[in-house]
Nanobody, 124 residues
């Protein structure tokens, strides 16, 4: 599985941004997808998770109500719509593939493949 995250950039507080995660190498609908982020000087943290058929979603408390994860299995792409962005959302965002539909979607160890990351910078 290869994952390519894109869509990052420099925005202002309150702006919106949509990240994309393009996947290849395996039937996209066979696995769940997660988004994580790593801010400068901090550990990588969970952001959102979506099940194989987009029936289930999970969010970190810090983004609930502002971020929306979605996927288009026909286009082999997952998305992270980010609204009402804050400076504390500044980070490199990574998408990851969970091949075995783990019961622990917030754990990094549940994911088998990772994309290279896309930088989101939110200025105050």
């Amino acid at each position: 599985v290869q994952l390519q995250a894109s869509g990052g950039g420099l925005v202002q507080t309150g702006d919106s941004l949509r990240l994309s995660c393009a996947a290849s190498g395996r039937t996209f609908g066979d696995y769940a997808v997660g988004w994580f982020r790593q801010a400068p000087g901090k550990e990588r943290e969970f952001v959102a998770h979506i099940g194989r058929r987009a029936i289930t979603t999970v969010y970190a408390d810090s983004v609930k109500g502002r971020f929306t994860i979605s996927r288009d299995n026909a286009k082999n792409t997952a998305f992270l719509q980010m609204n009402s962005l804050k400076p504390e959302d500044t980070a490199v965002y990574y998408c990851a593939a969970d091949l075995f539909s783990t019961a622990r979607p917030m754990a990094e160890g549940s994911y088998d493949y990772w994309g290279q990351g896309t930088l989101v910078t939110v200025s105050s």
